[in-house]
């Protein structure tokens, strides 16, 4: 009777929503937004230990589900200071996702992220103080000139380059390469520096070695850069993965898809004044006899 009397209290007993959100989380991927310490549109903030039980890494890529099916792509980053059922993002992600402070997201890993079909360059204001004219002239055209350019850049955004490597000048000679293949001529001229690096330390320790009584020369704290020999190295290895023929062949696809989507973009109503009658009006009702054929009748 008593456990049939304990079983009745507690269905009897109501859940208290209030205090809902203080109970512990069932999934581990959902998260409670909190607001950003670094104001970074694709960065969020999660402790450690959450990004650990989420098998995510540092700079991993992830997508978060918001609300209303919204949903955005964020790299993860670590921050001891978070709690551990929080995650850190800014009011432009909170926008996007359709959440306010103190809401539930859901964190997925995101293992393949699309290419954007479509991106819009915005400008920030009108009129920025100390800047004058029109700011795509100013700033935006000069920097996609050269197109290959911002793959260099951002291939080498982290690597310290030396003041004597030209980027306008390998991204002229690269004209028609793929950005796998400027990305890989990257990627050797780094392992170039690096060796060399590598190979300078191991001989000073071998001269160490050799006459450890003698002083020890004044080494200058040189940082290791990539110059401009490692990457001329690195272009006797260069491949281009795709020919001048299948550019004009996408070309000539990408010229076809225009024309038949604006075939019509010629046409123009003639001027006409609103008195003149014309004649030749497909549309005008016909004068005929009794004896012409009535198609609804």
Do not use: W
Request: hydrophobic share 35%.
């Amino acid at each position: 009777m008593s456990n049939q009397a304990e079983s009745s209290d507690s269905k009897g007993t109501k859940r208290d929503f209030s205090t809902a959100i203080l109970e512990r989380k069932k999934s581990p991927n959902r998260l409670v937004v909190d607001e950003a310490i670094n104001d970074d549109n694709s960065v969020v903030a999660l402790h450690p230990d959450t990004m650990e039980k989420l098998q995510l890494f540092r700079g991993d890529t992830i997508l978060i589900k918001g609300k209303k099916r919204k949903d955005t792509i964020c790299i993860a980053l670590a921050d001891d200071t978070c709690d551990e059922p929080k995650i850190r993002m800014n009011k432009v992600v909170r926008s996007n996702l359709r959440v306010r402070l103190g809401d539930v997201v859901s964190v997925h890993q995101c293992a393949d992220v699309k290419y954007g079909k479509r991106v819009h360059i915005l400008p920030i204001d009108d009129s920025i103080e100390g800047v004058t004219g029109n700011l795509f002239d100013a700033y935006l055209k000069p920097y996609f000139l050269e197109a290959y350019r911002p793959i260099f850049k951002a291939c080498l955004r982290k690597s310290p380059i030396s003041k004597d490597v030209d980027l306008r000048a390998l991204a002229k000679y690269t004209q028609g390469f793929s950005g796998a293949d400027i990305t890989e001529i990257c990627q050797r001229a780094c392992k170039y520096a690096i060796r060399e690096n590598i190979e300078k330390d191991i001989e000073r320790e071998r001269r160490r070695s050799e006459n450890p009584e003698a002083m020890e020369e004044d080494v200058e704290d040189e940082v290791a850069e990539i110059k401009a020999a490692h990457f001329e190295e690195s272009m006797k290895y260069a491949r281009r993965s795709v020919s001048d023929a299948d550019i004009r062949k996408y070309q000539a696809f990408a010229q076809t898809l225009q024309q038949s989507r604006g075939f019509g973009s010629e046409f123009r109503f003639s001027d006409t004044s609103a008195g003149t009658t014309t004649g030749s009006d497909p549309f005008a009702a016909s004068a005929g006899g009794p004896d012409e054929d009535d198609l609804y009748s």
